[in-house]
C-alpha cells in the first residue's frame, strides 16, 4: 500500500495570494497526479507527470503549475489564488501492474479562497 | 473513450451484500474494469479490477458478464463503513490516465 501525504490540509487564503500544495508519496512510483474536485462533482485530472522533470497538463484546463524536481515529490503552485480556484485537490501516485495501473490519492487539500 | 454507466445512488441495509452495477457496452478486448470508491472527506481508493474473469480480494468481488459489457461490484457484507461514492472505469494496459465518471453513491442504512 503507497503512502502519500497532502500539506495542507485546509486552507483559507485571501484572493492575490500565491500558495504551493504539497504533495509526497515515499513508494518510489514515477507517475504522479492532480485532480481537482468540486464538492459532490466527479473528479477531474488537472496535471501529471511520468517522472523527474516531466509534466503535462490534464483533460482539465487549470491556471496553477506544477513542478517535479524529485520523484518523491510533484507540488502545485497558484501564483494568484482567486475565488473560482476554490476547491478539493487530490493528489495521487501509480504503479504499473498487470491489468493497467492502480493509482493511490493522497487525503486531499481542501482550499478556499476568499 | 470508452464510456461507463452506472446507476446515481443506491441503499443497502447493513451486514447485507451490495451489488453494484456498471454497464460498459463498447468496452474493447484491451480495456480492463477498474474500481475505485470515495469515503466521504478522503481521496479514492483502489478497489479491484479484472479483464474477463471473476476476481476476488480482501475488500469485494468483481463479476464481469461474459460478454464484457458489464460488471457488478459485489460487497458480500456492507457495513457502514461502506457508505461512499463508487466509481467504475476503464483502462487499457497502456493507460495511466483514469477518467471517473459521477459513480453511484452508496448509502447504507443501520
Known amino acids: 500500500e503507497a503512502d502519500i501525504y497532502q500539506t495542507p490540509r485546509y486552507l483559507v487564503i485571501g484572493t492575490g495570494k500565491k500558495i504551493t500544495l504539497e504533495c509526497s508519496q515515499t513508494?518510489?512510483?514515477?507517475?504522479m497526479y492532480w485532480y481537482q474536485q468540486d464538492p459532490g462533482m466527479e473528479l477531474h485530472l488537472i496535471h501529471y507527470?511520468?517522472?523527474?522533470?516531466?509534466?503535462e497538463k490534464g483533460d482539465l484546463s487549470s491556471e496553477s503549475t506544477v513542478s517535479r524536481i524529485r520523484t518523491e515529490h510533484f507540488p502545485l503552485t497558484l501564483e494568484s489564488a482567486r475565488p473560482s480556484h476554490t476547491s478539493q485537490y487530490l493528489c495521487a501516485s501509480s504503479v504499473a501492474a498487470a491489468g493497467a495501473d492502480t493509482q493511490y490519492f493522497g487525503p486531499g487539500t481542501r482550499l478556499t479562497v476568499l | 473513450d470508452a464510456k461507463t454507466t452506472q446507476p446515481n445512488s443506491m441503499e443497502s441495509n447493513e451486514e447485507e451484500p451490495v451489488h453494484l452495477p456498471c454497464n460498459h457496452s463498447t468496452i474493447s478486448g484491451t480495456d480492463y474494469i477498474h474500481w475505485y470508491r470515495q469515503l466521504p472527506s478522503q481521496g479514492p481508493e483502489y478497489v479491484i479490477h479484472g479483464l474477463t474473469s471473476n476476481v476476488n480480494n480482501r475488500m469485494a468481488s468483481l463479476a464481469i458478464a461474459e460478454d464484457r459489457k458489464s460488471s457488478t461490484l459485489i460487497l458480500h457484507r456492507a457495513t457502514l463503513r461502506d457508505a461512499a461514492v463508487y466509481y467504475c472505469t476503464l483502462l487499457t494496459n497502456r493507460d495511466d490516465k483514469i477518467i471517473f465518471g459521477k459513480g453511484t453513491r452508496l448509502h447504507i442504512l443501520p
Open positions: 513508494m518510489g512510483h514515477d507517475k
Open positions: 507527470s511520468y517522472g523527474v522533470n516531466s509534466t
